[in-house]
């Protein structure tokens, strides 16, 4: 059977020292059959000669190179012009198993689904991964109910690798350029458009966990674009899916937590921030705490915001609030 096309789309920025371990994954893929497109995002360092190097190693290899303008800009001036079937969305410093790319198509084909999501496996610069991650149980979801389990973050989350995607989900819809959260802003609109989506127990992913990741970087103004976005996800779910009220008001509150928990505790430190968080948390802790479903995490921040919001800053060791 002719193997249908898969867009691989790579956004970069100053990767030097991850991304021929990521491009050299995706060389060795099983599955054949593909387009894949480095975006260079303005990068500093070595890495648009990387990406120049390997494209001339490979026909599939497109290499773009572009003024810096975020990862949303780089994944967008690939989305425009790829020309897949299917698409999936690799880190520039993560990289995925040989079979990652075969096993997502075949999940989604078997279940006639418009989205496959695979498990992950988090790795140090250091890890060695020595055996094969092996392939098990799929699942199907409605619409509805991988919306749930998105906004509860089981399984699977709102980071837009580790999932294949059908390339007219996207139709109309790009990712909001200059934000720093671009992945959970547009993820909940595109799984709003899939009849099924099917998750396979397979860690074929490799993410690479970095101290100097954009998300783990000390609070500035912009994390607040976290807030807006999550803003706008409820006011879009809520109405839509009322059954999963109580899925989509955690991951607000978790997401609120998180912003709110990097803020500094000096007083009158980012005051206008810490106000309209602490709106948000008090508008709707009582119905994520009555939720069985909640995270622990979650209700042990929720019981302190109780007793005093500012105490929770305190208990930034408390488990991260997932990642966004």
Not at 296 to 307: E, N, Q
Request: hydrophobic share 35%.
């Amino acid at each position: 059977m002719e193997q249908k096309l898969v867009s691989v789309i790579v956004p970069i920025y100053n990767l030097e020292n991850y991304l021929e371990k990521c491009i050299e994954s995706l060389l060795k893929q099983t599955y054949t059959n593909l387009e894949i497109f480095l975006v260079d995002d303005g990068s500093k360092d070595s890495s648009g000669e990387i990406c120049d190097r390997y494209g001339a190693l490979d026909v599939r290899i497109r290499t773009i190179h572009q003024k810096n303008a975020g990862a949303a800009a780089a994944r967008n001036a690939a989305l425009d012009i790829c020309r897949g079937e299917y698409i999936t969305f690799v880190d520039g410093d993560d990289y995925i198993d040989a079979d990652y790319v075969q096993t997502l198509v075949s999940c989604m084909e078997k279940n006639k689904s418009q989205i496959a999501i695979c498990g992950w496996q988090d790795v140090y610069e250091t890890t060695v991964v020595e055996e094969r991650p092996l392939v098990g149980r799929e699942e199907l979801y409605s619409t509805e109910q991988a919306l749930e389990n998105l906004m509860y973050q089981r399984k699977f989350d709102t980071a837009m690798w580790s999932k294949l995607y059908r390339r007219e989900l996207f139709d109309g819809i790009r990712f909001p350029i200059g934000n720093v959260y671009e992945d959970i802003a547009i993820i909940y609109k595109v799984f709003c458009r899939a009849e099924r989506v099917s998750y396979v127990d397979y860690k074929g992913y490799f993410y690479l966990l970095r101290e100097q990741g954009t998300t783990l970087q000390a609070f500035k103004p912009k994390k607040m674009d976290l807030i807006d976005v999550v803003d706008e996800m409820a006011a879009f779910l809520l109405p839509r899916y009322p059954r999963i009220r109580s899925a989509v008001l955690c991951k607000y509150m978790r997401a609120n937590f998180h912003i709110y928990l990097q803020i500094p505790g000096e007083k009158d430190v980012y005051a206008v921030e810490k106000r309209r968080i602490e709106k948000n948390i008090k508008t709707y802790r009582k119905e994520v705490l009555c939720d069985k479903n909640a995270q622990r995490g979650t209700k042990v921040a929720i019981l302190c915001s109780y007793i005093s919001l500012p105490l929770l800053v305190k208990f930034k060791s408390l488990k991260q609030y997932g990642k966004k």
